[in-house]
């Protein structure tokens, strides 16, 4: 399956609309999560894991503290932001909503 290309900068600005608690940073968007406790932190990260596995698109996952985790996304070999960034960022806030 051929991956998609990236966004331009018209498309790019219609998808940020659409994920509000993601932050964009040149080449990827990013958001920050405090989980209830390290348990359901973690617990996120399988969840998270899963989703972006069925979508064949793995994203950055850093655990700190005790019950944060910070997620970006980008498009590793377009070398910025695609659809499927976007796809899996509402994927993740369905499962942390």
Known sequence: ???PSLLSSEA?????INVPEWTHNSSSIE??????????ATSLIVQIAFSAESLDHHPDIFLHGWNKLR???STHDQGGLTELDFALAKRID???S
Do not use: D, K, N
């Open 1 to 3: 399956m051929p991956r």
């Open 31 to 40: 958001r920050t999560i405090v989980a209830q406790s390290f348990a359901h």
């Open 94 to 96: 369905a499962i942390v």
């Open 71 to 73: 997620i970006t996304l």
């Open 12 to 16: 790019l600005a219609a998808e940020l």
